[in-house]
T-cell receptor, first 113, second 115 residues
Framework: GQQLNQSPQSMFIQEGEDVSMNCTSS?????WLWYKQDPGEGPVLLIA?????ELTSNGRLTAQFGITRKDSFLNISASIPSDVGIYFC?????????????FGTGTKLQVIP | NAGVTQTPKFRILKIGQSMTLQCTQD?????MYWYRQDPGMGLKLIYY???????DKGEVPNGYNVSRSTTEDFPLRLELAAPSQTSVYFC??????????????FGPGTRLLVL
């Protein structure tokens, strides 16, 4: 099955630094989603993007839906220890009559206090 | 709303045993999904449902079965458990968010170990 190319796979950053991660795909999506997963928990939706070129913020998080509809990035500003977790991008679009969601492989974020 | 709930949280099975993973949502969503997540990997779709009485296969359906008799419930059945089914299973549902966009919500997951 198709998966999105998400990078970086993992990163260690100092508390207070900004973080950037991105996803690229060979397919066009109608929606881009960014999730965060804490250990032992299910993914929690952070930001949803519905239009090409859209730039959306949620507190310290900012995400953009690429103009080509094949990529998206997520920025976290002024990182804090609770930002630790795995971040997944997901592309959503209709396929075979249903809303198919394709997930990236995740970016593992470690924040050093 | 409780959102998406899953039971059990954790289960150990012997090879060849069967079990049902339960999933319930109280958001009146039409779409429901079952994913599995292997260590260090993203989520792979097992089965999905677009409404009560309608189910279809995802990317990795072999070894699993589902049913959708009500809008709220979407159980996943393993008939003959195999070690390759050791994974974390997530149920999700999707429906319109406050801004009338289709958004997917996940349950907390069921960790399954097959020995």
């Amino acid at each position: 099955g198709q998966q999105l190319n998400q990078s970086p796979q993992s990163m260690f950053i100092q508390e207070g630094e900004d973080v950037s991660m991105n996803c690229t795909s060979s397919s066009i999506f109608n929606t881009w989603l960014w999730y965060k997963q804490d250990p032992g928990e299910g993914p929690v939706l952070l930001i949803a993007l519905y239009k090409a070129g859209e730039l959306t913020s949620n507190g310290r998080l900012t995400a953009q839906f690429g103009i080509t509809r094949k990529d998206s990035f997520l920025n976290i500003s002024a990182s804090i220890p609770s930002d630790v977790g795995i971040y997944f991008c997901a592309g959503q679009g209709y396929s075979g009559g249903y809303q198919k969601v394709t997930f990236g492989t995740g970016t593992k974020l470690q924040v050093i206090p | 709303n409780a959102g998406v709930t899953q039971t059990p949280k954790f289960r150990i099975l012997k090879i060849g045993q069967s079990m049902t993973l339960q999933c319930t949502q109280d958001m009146n969503h039409n779409y429901m999904y079952w994913y599995r997540q292997d260590p260090g990997m993203g989520l792979k779709l097992i089965y999905y449902s677009v409404g009560a009485g309608i189910t279809d296969k995802g990317e990795v359906p072999n070894g699993y079965n589902v049913s959708r008799s009500t809008t709220e419930d979407f159980p996943l059945r393993l008939e003959l458990a195999a070690p390759s089914q050791t994974s974390v299973y997530f149920c999700a549902s999707s429906g319109l968010s406050e801004d009338l966009q289709e958004t997917q919500y996940f349950g907390p997951g069921t960790r399954l170990l097959v020995l």
